[in-house]
């Protein structure tokens, strides 16, 4: 008797990579020639090795970085394509790059941010700048002072409204851009709005509460929650025994579990780095082995 036996085999697909590119963006640094331009492309990859190749479209040799620089000698639309390869998927995408004007006009513009969602005095304020076609830069902050940086940052040290006004320079042409910030003086109330604490994984599933004091006065006490990490609160509580002076009175926290002897984490700060650190919405703790947290402040006069 003769049996007939059939062999199916299934292998796995193999993944070849995969490769999307969504735009490329472009920046002209200066506003005369020679152009110097910044290329960056946005794009999805796969897993695995990735190459990238620019063409600039004047015959010039072939880039390889991700994000390159290149110098145009002459004015001109230029078509710039890359390519992005992943592993055994590549793909391509152009834009037109015009630069057919022998100079270009200066845009000048920043933003700004800062730690705090209220500039308080004194309060640090960090400058971005987004002006297009511009070599060098002059900064007025309007109390003062000045700076030669592309993107500065400044301290307000007194409370005041301050026009900071940028001037963008390329070839002996300027251009500028203003904008008004209001510095509050600094602020007489603190509100502890959220405290959120991580615990090692011993005190999984135990009940927990946390309490506040301030210059060693009880300021307030959370309800218990469960430990199931990060745990938070909503204490929404104005600080009590606080009246404006940021000194070397201390606010400190204890997390406690019920019926435990002693708190299982202690964290505090002067209010004097409160002030140094120019008045953060979020303060952070990181004392190692498991134990850290998040407390969120809301400032007001």
């Given at each position: 008797?003769?049996?007939?036996?059939?062999?199916?085999?299934?292998g796995?697909?193999?993944?070849?990579?995969?490769v999307?590119?969504?735009?490329?963006?472009?920046?002209?640094?200066?506003?005369?020639?020679p152009?110097?331009?910044?290329y960056?492309a946005?794009?999805?990859?796969?897993?695995?090795d990735?190459?990238?190749s620019?063409?600039?479209?004047?015959?010039?040799?072939?880039?390889?970085e991700k994000?390159?620089?290149?110098?145009?000698?002459?004015?001109?639309?230029?078509?710039?394509?890359?390519t992005?390869?992943?592993?055994?998927?590549?793909?391509m995408?152009?834009?037109?790059?015009d630069?057919?004007?022998?100079?270009?006009?200066i845009?000048?513009?920043?933003?700004?941010s800062?730690?705090?969602?209220?500039?308080?005095a004194?309060?640090?304020?960090?400058?971005?700048?987004?002006?297009r076609?511009?070599?060098t830069f002059?900064?007025?902050?309007?109390?003062?002072?000045?700076?030669?940086?592309?993107?500065?940052?400044?301290?307000?040290?007194?409370?005041?409204s301050?026009?900071?006004?940028?001037?963008?320079?390329?070839?002996?042409?300027?251009?500028?851009?203003?904008?008004?910030?209001?510095?509050?003086?600094?602020?007489?109330?603190?509100?502890?709005?959220?405290?959120t604490?991580?615990l090692?994984?011993?005190?999984?599933?135990?009940?927990?509460?946390?309490k506040?004091?301030?210059?060693?006065?009880k300021?307030?006490?959370?309800?218990?929650?469960?430990?199931?990490?990060?745990?938070?609160?909503?204490?929404?509580?104005?600080?009590?025994?606080?009246?404006?002076d940021?000194?070397?009175?201390?606010?400190?926290f204890?997390?406690?579990?019920?019926?435990?002897?002693?708190?299982a984490?202690?964290?505090?700060?002067p209010?004097?780095?409160?002030?140094?650190?120019?008045?953060?919405?979020?303060?952070?703790?990181?004392?190692?082995?498991?134990?850290?947290?998040?407390?969120?402040?809301n400032?007001?006069n």
């Amino acid at each position: 008797m003769l049996i007939a036996v059939t062999f199916t085999f299934s292998g796995c697909k193999k993944d070849k990579g995969n490769v999307e590119i969504l735009d490329i963006f472009y920046t002209v640094e200066n506003c005369s020639l020679p152009f110097t331009v910044d290329y960056e492309a946005d794009f999805s990859v796969g897993s695995g090795d990735i190459s990238f190749s620019w063409d600039f479209g004047d015959g010039s040799a072939a880039s390889t970085e991700k994000e390159p620089v290149h110098i145009y000698q002459k004015t001109g639309l230029y078509q710039v394509t890359v390519t992005i390869t992943n592993r055994e998927v590549s793909k391509m995408k152009s834009i037109n790059v015009d630069l057919q004007s022998e100079s270009l006009p200066i845009i000048p513009e920043f933003t700004y941010s800062s730690n705090s969602s209220v500039l308080w005095a004194p309060s640090e304020i960090f400058f971005t700048n987004t002006s297009r076609h511009a070599t060098t830069f002059w900064w007025d902050f309007g109390d003062g002072d000045f700076s030669s940086k592309t993107s500065p940052s400044h301290i307000f040290d007194d409370a005041g409204s301050y026009t900071v006004r940028m001037y963008a320079i390329c070839n002996g042409d300027t251009s500028m851009f203003s904008d008004n910030l209001k510095i509050e003086s600094a602020p007489s109330k603190i509100e502890i709005e959220t405290i959120t604490v991580w615990l090692p994984d011993s005190y999984t599933n135990a009940d927990l509460y946390c309490k506040v004091f301030f210059d060693g006065f009880k300021e307030g006490e959370t309800s218990t929650a469960v430990g199931s990490f990060p745990v938070s609160w909503n204490l929404r509580e104005d600080l009590f025994f606080f009246h404006g002076d940021f000194n070397s009175d201390v606010l400190l926290f204890e997390v406690w579990e019920e019926t435990a002897p002693e708190p299982a984490y202690i964290f505090d700060i002067p209010m004097s780095q409160i002030s140094y650190d120019y008045f953060p919405d979020k303060l952070t703790w990181n004392s190692g082995s498991g134990f850290s947290a998040e407390v969120y402040l809301n400032y007001s006069n």
